[in-house]
C-alpha cells in the first residue's frame, strides 16, 4: 500500500530566465534561455511525494486559463488525485517570475492569482480526504486562513501535519502544537524563532526554540550546510549530500514531498531524512521545479551509490 499523502497547498507556472548573476536593484543582466515549466509550492511538493512513492491528493485552486490547464495535465500525469482542486474562473492561475543563476541560486517573485483565493470552505470540502490520507503536506502560498482550516481538519481526524512555513511569514503560537514535522530553511526559521539562522549551531539553537512552542519534530534546512533536527532522541547536524548545483529552485520543496512519503511508510526518522535529502540533491543537479523531482527508483539508486562509494577506501589509507 502506498502511503496517502494529502497535499494542500498553490500552484503555480514558473517563468524562468538563466543569468549569469543575479542582478543588483536597478541593474538590467542580459539573460539565456527562457522557460516555462510547472511549479508552485504545494503543486511542486505533491508531485515530489507522488514521484516518491506516495498516493497524492491535491487540494488547490487554479485559475481556470490556458497556463492553469496545463498545470492540471502535469499534475493528472503523475497520478495525482485531483477531485478536490477547484478551476476558477473569475482569477488567474499563479505565476512565478524566477531567475536562475549559473551557481543555482534563484530569485522568486510570486503573482498569486488564484491561489489567494483558496478560502477555508474550499478546504472543508476536501473534508472526505482528510478522512482517508495518511498526512497531510501544506506550506504558506496559499491564506493563512486556509491554512488553519486543514490544521484543524487534520487534527479533527488525527492526522499528522508537516508543515512547509515557505514562504517566510508570522504564523500564530496555537499552530504549533498541530504540527508534527516543521521544515523551515534558514531564512524561515530566523523569522518563526527571532534567533538569525546561519550555520548549524544557530539551526540548533532555533530548533530547540521552536520545539519549546509544541513542534515534537522541527528540521531545518540549510542547503549546502546539511539540515538540524531536534526531535525527541534524534538532536543531530546532517551534512548534505554534495552534488554540482544547476538549479535549486524547488529543492527544499521535493524535500518535504520525499520525507512526508518517508515519514509515513514508517521509516525511523534519521533514515526518512536522508531519503529527503537525496530527493533534494538530485533535484538541484536539473533545471526546473516539479520536472527536477526524482522518481523513487532514482532517490534509492543515489543512496545506494553514495552508500558504496563512503566504504571505497580513500586514497592514502590501507583496508
Ligand atoms: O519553491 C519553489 C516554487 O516557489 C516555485 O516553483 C515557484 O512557483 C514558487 O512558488
Known amino acids: 500500500m502506498k502511503p496517502r499523502i494529502l497535499v494542500v497547498g498553490s500552484s503555480n507556472t514558473d517563468l524562468v530566465v538563466k543569468v549569469p548573476r543575479l542582478p543588483s ?28 512513492g506516495g498516493e497524492v491528493t491535491f487540494v488547490a485552486r487554479i485559475g481556470d486559463d490556458a497556463f492553469g490547464q496545463l498545470s492540471l495535465e502535469g499534475l493528472q ?19 512565478a517570475l524566477i531567475l536562475v543563476a549559473a551557481d543555482g541560486q534563484n530569485s522568486i517573485a510570486v503573482a498569486p492569482g488564484a491561489n489567494a483565493h483558496l478560502s477555508p470552505a474550499d478546504v472543508h ?13 501544506v506550506q504558506l502560498e496559499i ?49 518563526l524563532s527571532g534567533i538569525e539562522v546561519t550555520d548549524p549551531d ?5 530548533a530547540a526554540r521552536l520545539r519549546q512552542k509544541g513542534v515534537p519534530h522541527v528540521i531545518i534546512t540549510l542547503a549546502e550546510q546539511g539540515l538540524v533536527v531536534d526531535a525527541p532522541r534524534l538532536h543531530k547536524h546532517l551534512p548534505a549530500f554534495r552534488v554540482k548545483p544547476v538549479d535549486t529552485t524547488a529543492a527544499g520543496d521535493v524535500f518535504c514531498g520525499a520525507l512526508a512519503v518517508a515519514c509515513t511508510e514508517g521509516r525511523p526518522l534519521l ?6 535529502q537525496a530527493a533534494a540533491a538530485i533535484s538541484v543537479t ?9 522518481t523513487r527508483a532514482e532517490i534509492l539508486r543515489f543512496l545506494e551509490d553514495r552508500a558504496r562509494e563512503s566504504q ?8
Do not use: C
Not at 27 to 52: C, D, P, W, Y
Not at 312 to 319: E, I, K, L
Open 25 to 52: 536593484p536597478g541593474e538590467t543582466v542580459l539573460g539565456g534561455e527562457f522557460a516555462s515549466l510547472a511549479g508552485g509550492k504545494g503543486a511542486n511538493q505533491a508531485v515530489a511525494a507522488a514521484r516518491a
Open 271 to 276: 533514515e526518512a531524512l536522508r531519503f529527503a
Open 143 to 191: 491564506p493563512l486562513a486556509a491554512v488553519q482550516s486543514a490544521l484543524e481538519l487534520a487534527a479533527h481526524h488525527r492526522l499528522p501535519v508537516l508543515l512547509n512555513p515557505a514562504p517566510a511569514q508570522h504564523i500564530p503560537n496555537e499552530w504549533f502544537p498541530h504540527i508534527t514535522y516543521l521544515t523551515p530553511n534558514a531564512r524561515e526559521a530566523s523569522a
Open 312 to 319: 571505497r577506501p580513500q586514497p592514502g589509507t590501507t583496508s
Open 125 to 137: 470540502r476536501a473534508a472526505p480526504a482528510f478522512r482517508t490520507a495518511q498526512m497531510l503536506l
Open 286 to 294: 536539473r533545471f526546473g521545479a516539479q520536472r527536477s523531482a526524482p
Open 77 to 95: 500525469k503523475e497520478g495525482i488525485h485531483l477531485g478536490h482542486v477547484v478551476m476558477d474562473s473569475h482569477h488567474p492561475s499563479g505565476v
Open 202 to 206: 544557530s539551526a540548533a539553537r532555533a
